[in-house]
């Protein structure tokens, strides 16, 4: 079974300032890992994902995200925070295996604030 | 090129009714799966169909069904529809197989509400 755990039902941050928002996946195959954001009463937009290679993924909008496999983390970063940031913001994981087809296991979800 | 469209936006049901969504996937995509939002249980993985068949069943009840269509259209059906049911089912496509490391790109949702 996979499950994704996003420990902080909210981030409070002030523009400009970095953001980093947390992940942790369990999985019992190769992970694959994605960051959604959402606006009220929208669809989930895709923002990064990492499949295999480099532990720093670079998305969408300027943010970013590191791969530790160690501690089975994947946090969403950017260097500097916009209010237009605000947002929900999901971690998913899918395992690698094709078993798995396409589903998606997501977290709890982060609601991420930017005030000025 | 257009995105994942649902349809409707929107829809207001009685209890005991039933209900089908429409999903129209990216053009190309063959893989199309349906999740339920909701405040309480967050997202949760309703069914994935691939090329007309189902590949991944998710945690609910028989009420919950749905097919895909040769042109990769999917509907979701719910039946004998109950006050819990009210949610925001997305509906996401993918070009390939999970084992490929494709994203899924979304549609904006449909918001059942059951009254």
């Known amino acids: 079974a996979q499950s994704v755990a996003q420990p902080e039902d909210q981030v409070n941050v002030a523009e400009g300032n970095p953001l980093t928002v947390k992940c942790t996946y369990s999985v019992s195959g190769n992970p694959y890992l994605f960051w959604y954001v959402q606006y009220p009463n929208r669809g989930l937009q895709f923002l990064l994902k990492y499949i295999t290679g480099d532990n720093l993924v670079k998305g969408s909008y300027g943010f970013e995200a590191e791969f530790n496999k160690s501690q089975t983390s994947f946090h969403l970063k950017k260097p500097s925070a916009l209010v237009s940031d605000s947002a929900l913001y999901f971690c998913?994981?899918?395992?690698?295996?094709?078993?798995?087809?396409?589903?998606?296991?997501f977290g709890t979800g982060t609601q991420l604030k930017v005030e000025l | 090129k257009a995105g994942v469209t649902q349809t409707p936006r929107y829809l207001i049901k009685t209890r005991g009714q039933q209900v089908t969504l429409s999903c129209s996937p990216i053009?190309?995509?063959?893989?199309v799966s349906w999740y339920q939002q909701t405040p309480g249980q967050g997202l949760q993985f309703l069914f994935e169909y691939f090329s007309e068949t189902q590949r991944n069943k998710g945690n609910f009840p028989g009420r919950f069904s749905g097919r895909q269509f040769s042109n990769s259209r999917s509907e979701m059906n719910v039946s004998t529809l109950e006050l819990g049911d009210s949610a925001l089912y997305l509906c996401a496509s993918s070009s390939l197989l999970g084992g490929q490391g494709t994203e899924a790109f979304f549609g904006q949702g449909t918001r059942l509400t059951v009254v």
């Open positions: 053009s190309g995509h063959r893989s």
């Open positions: 998913a994981v899918r395992d690698g295996g094709t078993g798995g087809g396409n589903k998606l296991t």
